[in-house]
Antibody, heavy 120, light 113 residues
Framework: QVQLVESGGGLVKPGGSLRLSCAAS????????MSWIRQAPGKGLEWVSY????????YYADSVKGRFTISRDNAKNSMYLQMNSLRAEDTAVYYC?????????????WGQGTMVTVSS | DIVMTQSPDSVAVSLGERATINCKSS????????????LVWYQQKPGQPPKLLIY???TRESGVPDRFSGSGSGTDFTLTINSLQPEDVAVYYC?????????FGPGTKVDIK
């Protein structure tokens, strides 16, 4: 079935780095734009970054620009988020999500999320 | 950035009654090239990721019960849940996909009265 599975979260100290992965299955990954979206504990949703199906178009939220890098490997049906210079305010569940085909960037498939905790 | 606001913050409705959630964008999300509103609604239950309910402001995603409906255009939108069921207890978010950054409303919690 159509599925997204995130991994790579964990506890990291302020200033540290983590690399999140999102493994896709059940659909033609290379056809779809993808995003990372995060949710701080007990808070709302915040879009983080977006990558086109080819990887040629990338956007970031201002809050992560210059610190996070999104990438994808269509041969491996995977997307990544390299997170550097992590701050306490980056603590959140990080979801990968698929942009639905033909309806713009409505996110029709979400992973279960991976928790990132930035704390000393 | 397009700022999304929602009202109320929370609402409690009796089973079988109607719940109404409002969403407002700081600028129009109507795309004049396709005459569509780039506005979606999601449902999030505790411990789960969001689930897409409505896109283009009023089109139900496949498999979503028809008690969920979306309306509105431009800057003002509404999600209506007719005949509330126990499984509808959740937080509901609107999101605009008209421009980058994509932005979400703060959420509205729906409970049973």
């Amino acid at each position: 079935q159509v599925q997204l599975v995130e991994s790579g979260g964990g506890l990291v100290k302020p200033g540290g780095s983590l690399r999140l992965s999102c493994a896709a299955s059940g659909f033609t990954f290379s056809d779809y734009y993808m995003s990372w979206i995060r949710q701080a504990p007990g808070k709302g949703l915040e879009w983080v970054s977006y990558i086109s199906n080819s990887g040629g178009t990338i956007y970031y939220a201002d809050s992560v620009k210059g610190r996070f890098t999104i990438s994808r490997d269509n041969a491996k049906n995977s997307m990544y988020l390299q997170m550097n210079s992590l701050r306490a305010e980056d603590t959140a569940v990080y979801y990968c999500a698929r942009s639905a085909l033909g309806i713009g960037d409505a996110f029709d498939i979400w992973g279960q999320g991976t928790m990132v905790t930035v704390s000393s | 950035d397009i700022v999304m606001t929602q009202s109320p913050d929370s609402v409690a409705v009796s089973l079988g009654e109607r719940a109404t959630i409002n969403c407002k964008s700081s600028q129009s999300v109507l795309n004049n090239s396709n005459n569509k509103n780039h506005l979606v609604w999601y449902q999030q239950k505790p411990g789960q990721p969001p689930k897409l309910l409505i896109y283009w402001a009023s089109t139900r995603e496949s498999g979503v019960p028809d008690r969920f409906s979306g309306s509105g255009s431009g800057t003002d939108f509404t999600l209506t849940i007719n005949s509330l069921q126990p499984e509808d207890v959740a937080v509901y978010y609107c999101q605009q996909y008209y421009g980058i950054p994509f932005t979400f409303g703060p959420g509205t919690k729906v409970d049973i009265k």
